[in-house]
């Protein structure tokens, strides 16, 4: 009796989360620790930027990591479509569908204050990459010196992360930290989704490196930028 319990579909659900929760695995939580915590140790000052932010999960873990190790002042950007996909050009793994991971901008309001977000804490940006990334936002940015501490990419497609990479080219220094939430989606093959997004971005912009950080949860792996002439100590004398 006791057996067939702990063997059913909802105790094993449970011990699943438990696990994926536990110190023992390096969960998308795990890798915000360890992002925030080395920005603080690096001194690397900067805002959090997320792409790809659906009902907050990261998000909110991300706002709880800075106050955990005391990193600010930071301002926590998300942007989505708050629509969900967009339409999705289904290769032949046809893991999406137009409309998945839809949640409204005011649900998401409501999610983060009672996440304890204040309002000046965070900013929304709305709307389809394709459109909602575009020079008019750069330029504002750009205008307010921000510059990036944190990437957090979670959306899902290569047609979504290609206009994503190239808008963050502009907030990237040295020492920013990338996370790729579904880099190792479509059985780990390079060819597909994040993975192919960052190859090809990679090869536009060779002044921009980037070194392999921490792989995490099933699908994620994350890495470190370096800009040109930074990335190696200057040889004097
Ligand atoms: C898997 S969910 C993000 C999960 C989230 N990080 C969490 O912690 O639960 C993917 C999100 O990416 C957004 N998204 C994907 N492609 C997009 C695009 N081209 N433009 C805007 N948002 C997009 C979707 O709206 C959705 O909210």
């Not at 699943?16 to 140790?41: C, H, P, W, Y």
């Not at 800075?66 to 942007?79: E, I, L, N, T, W």
């Not at 839809?102 to 965070?122: D, K, M, Q, T, V």
């Not at 190859?199 to 470190?224: D, W």
Request: glycine share 8%; charged share 25%.
């Amino acid at each position: 009796m006791l057996k067939r319990l702990l063997n059913s579909d909802p105790i094993l659900r449970i011990l699943e989360v438990i696990d994926r929760r536990s110190e023992n695995r390096m969960t998308e939580f795990g890798m915000l620790a360890q992002a925030f915590e080395f920005a603080k140790i690096n001194g690397i000052s900067g805002d959090y930027f997320e792409f790809g932010v659906w009902r907050g999960k990261t998000f909110c873990y991300a706002r709880k990591m800075a106050r955990r190790y005391r990193y600010g002042p930071v301002k926590f950007f998300a942007f989505d479509s708050f629509e969900g996909l967009p339409s999705v050009v289904n290769d032949r793994f046809e893991i999406w569908r137009a409309g998945q991971f839809a949640c409204s901008s005011e649900e998401f309001r409501r999610i983060l204050h009672r996440n304890g977000f204040s309002p000046n804490e965070y900013e929304l940006i709305s709307g389809f990459y394709d459109r909602s990334l575009n020079e008019e936002l750069a330029a504002r940015l750009q205008t307010q010196n921000v510059k990036a501490s944190i990437i957090y990419i979670d959306c899902d497609l290569y047609e979504s992360t290609v206009p994503v990479l190239d808008f963050i080219l502009d907030f990237l220094q040295s020492g920013t930290i990338l996370c790729f939430d579904d880099f190792y989606n479509y059985r780990g093959l390079p060819g597909y989704g994040e993975q192919r997004a960052l190859a090809e971005f990679q090869a536009r912009n060779s002044h921009v490196r980037l070194f392999p950080y921490m792989p995490y949860s099933p699908l994620g792996m994350s890495f470190i930028a370096g800009l040109g002439s930074e990335i190696n100590a200057e040889m004097v004398g």
